[in-house]
């Protein structure tokens, strides 16, 4: 049987830290086991691979004897704009992918989504712009690996019948109850006390254009 490595990627702030615990937690995969133990930590630190993304040619030095499946997850881009201590930099998506498979390991990638609202109100917040352009630049160049798309929103919703339902690379414990009591988008979402379309919804009414 061939090695299997199983990307992880998206923009900052899609999920990329629950995703990660999701994919790491079977005892099969080597993955980000520490991140298990604690609810965050920094990808640029703490993160199995992360000396491998600044420089993927290292890719050659690591043990491939330790598993047959791997797990790692990256966001583009990472860092914050116009920060000292931890920079923004773009991580290379494909460079790192044919490293890998350079060592005889087939690779695919799964993208992280959230709702795009959510989204832009989260790296606004924390990185005072929306990096979400810098990631959709490398989205291109990993088209022709048939990415999984996951997201953020049905995982909460159908948690482990969706996880189930995934098709990766790598063996995956769909037990995940345990790992979504915090759900991180109900601070963004707000209740609506009345919209026009409610009574249309009710009586059954036509609306032609927007009320």
């Not at 989204?119 to 990185?127: D, G, N, P, S």
């Not at 915090?182 to 601070?187: G, M, S, T, V």
Request: charged fraction near 20%.
């Amino acid at each position: 049987m061939s090695k299997q490595m199983l990307i992880l990627t998206g923009p900052q702030g899609a999920g990329n830290h629950l995703w990660s615990k999701v994919f790491s937690q079977h005892s099969d995969v080597f993955g980000w086991k520490t991140l298990l133990e604690n609810y965050w930590e920094p990808h640029r630190s703490a993160e199995p691979f992360a000396k491998y993304w600044r420089d993927p040619s290292l890719l050659g030095q690591f043990d491939w004897t330790q598993s047959d499946n791997y797990f790692t997850s990256i966001s583009v881009p990472l860092g914050i704009p116009n920060d000292t201590v931890n920079p923004l930099w773009e991580p290379n998506l494909d460079l790192f992918k044919r490293c890998v498979e350079r060592q005889g390991v087939d690779v695919k990638f799964a993208v992280a989504g959230r709702d795009q609202n959510i989204l832009h109100e989260q790296q606004t917040r924390i990185r005072s712009q929306s990096t979400l352009p810098m990631f959709l630049k490398q989205l291109q160049g990993i088209y022709t690996g048939t990415p999984v798309y996951l997201s953020y929103e049905l995982l909460y919703l159908y948690k482990d019948e969706y996880v189930k339902s995934l098709d990766v690379n790598i063996p995956v414990d769909s037990n995940v109850g345990h790992l979504l009591e915090d759900d991180a988008n109900r601070k963004y979402v707000h209740a609506v006390e009345h919209n026009e379309l409610d009574m249309g919804n009710r009586l059954g009414v036509t609306f032609k254009e927007k009320p």
